[in-house]
């Protein structure tokens, strides 16, 4: 099969970014030739192309509105719309051509907010399957024209989607029984028979992109009633780069003018992220409406505990490990105060009392969210999808 992938972002340290790479690098073990569309030449394209693997460089932007947080923004609204459109109409001209030449079979958009890959697709005659990894549109980001625009795209013909939850599926489907829908897990890590080995220390740890769909401005705020209810708090470390400036600086507003800047960190894009899950006393998933929460599977199978939200996402996955193992393998919270608490019960038990939810946290992350189990589950409906048994009239 002659697959062509359409990245949304090259940014490397994205969930999305890393979940396609897992399924990319699984997939090639199936008879399976990859072409990958990248809108730069920076982050992950530079890993993809270390691979030998075909990549192509346009010019696109994701077919979302502009933010208009700013006056500035707000006067070049209209200015960046009118540039977006036209920037992407000539790139899925190109793109048009590029599927033509290299004879794909089905491309394959890694997010909802790209569409140069369906109308390249649409325009070629052969399926298109968008990755559906957000729910964009509750997360501050509004699809170009309209959310029903993009809903009926879903329902053409040849149109086909991955969707990372249940619960992003049922956001955008009302009948989760269709045939051109699939529920697939993220490939988080590879399978492993044996949990991660740590060195637990006496801090907290937030992984994730510093922007309003990740809830930090919740964790600080709940970590500030922790830390001022305590003589000896544990730090907090945050571990992911900058998404949004105006959000990245009212949290370090807040941090200062609530004198916490001795214990709160905030620690940038790291590489050692394995390392920082292994070494936390609990990784805290404060996402209000994550699209799976590619952290917490990935804590899990470094022996790390979790506080999680109980929402969207983070929910699904709680659920799935409770109706698995009969027990919760996570601390789930609803509000700030609970989440407040939260940190307060774990810093006061020693490392050793949450062993049999991390134990068995590991076993259903060793289940539902290896790349084995993701790349498969890709390549079936790829077969499906060009042997016509998944297509609906």
Known sequence: MNIAYILHSTTASDGAA????NMLVELQQYDIRPFVVVPGDDGITQEIKARNIATLVLTY???????????????LFILKLAARIIVNHKATRALTEYVKENKIDIVHSNSSVVRIGFDAAQKAGIPHIYHIREFADMIGMHYFPTKGSFIRQLSLSQSFSICITKAVQSHFYHNDKTPQSRVIYDGVLSKRTDMAIGHA??????????????????LLEAYKQYAGRTSNPLHLKVAGGCADAAYYNKQLRFV????????VEFLGNRDDISELMREARALIVSSPVEGFGFSMPEAMQQGCLVIGRNTSGTKEQLDNALEMTGQEVALRYESTEQLALLLAEVADHPIAYYDD????????VNQLYTKENNAKNVYIFYTDILSSTAYSE
């Open 18 to 21: 890393k979940a396609f790479l």
């Open 357 to 364: 939810y991390t134990r068995k946290a590991f076993d259903v």
């Open 201 to 218: 220390k006496d801090f907290f740890l937030f992984a994730g992109r510093i922007q309003p769909a990740k809830g930090l401005d919740q």
């Open 61 to 75: 932007r994701s077919s979302a509105y502009p933010y208009f947080h700013t006056t500035k923004e707000r006067l």
């Open 256 to 263: 200062k003018e609530n004198n916490l800047t001795a214990l």
